[in-house]
């Protein structure tokens, strides 16, 4: 597996394998990999002949007051599991080869990332969608991987690519959860044992909310506030949101008619997580 820092090192080969008419898979992660990311990754291989792993902390979509300094790290580990998985090149950029010293261009998607996620993190989705367009251009990839963890950023990129007519097919795939329920993440990894046992409270209430609406409940506040009781009942955790909203919009619902995406995030100690379902 080839371990590239460079841009034009990455360019280089993208160039050769577009020359012998090779597809192109990226998978753009920040790094720390778990059984999230590997999913995406096997399944890049699966369906591409060639696969581009960006392993990068990217530094624009982190606020002010968030974990840009501590997010973990660990790109030794990062490079094996990539490679057992068949990964063809691992990109592992410094900010300065991606920004700079001066960067003025921005991408961006409005009013899809004004809601959930969006409402405390305002700049948060302008630095992902600034991101993975340089990934999508870096890589010229034919298919991009993305987990529905994430699925306002999902949803958010689908729609750059549709609006902005990228040359490329965005694919999203399930979530992956710990025997418990507890979806995988990276910032697992910064629960205390008695916060990881806490964090279980996500997935618990979410299951309940599934049941409601699989019942037929449709009045959303009314499954909006059975989550929320479920979360509270929780001492370690501190609700961001609780939201039912149309799974395309990403705007809250009153009462389901269609697909619908039930979100939240919510801190337990001092790590914010956020998980989801989706009901077609
Ligand atoms: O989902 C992530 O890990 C990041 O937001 C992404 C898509 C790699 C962009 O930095």
Redesign the pocket.
Known sequence: MIIAEKISEVKKYIKEWKKAGYSIGLV???GYLHEGHASLIERAVAENDKVVV?D???PI?FGANEDLATYPRDFDADCKLCSELGADLIFHPEPEEMYGDAFYSYAGVNTLSEGLCGKSRPTHFN??CT??TK?FNISEADRAY??EK?FQ?LAI?RRMVKDLNYNIEIIGCPIIREEDGLAKS?RNSYLNPEERKAAVILHKALTQGKEMICSGEKKAETIVKTITEIIESEPLSKIDYVELVDSEKLKPVKTIEGPILTAVAVYIGKTRLIDNFFVD
């Open positions: 753009p992660t920040m960006s990068f902390v990217n979509q630095g992902v991101v993975v990934l993305f987990g994430d950023q990129v990276s």
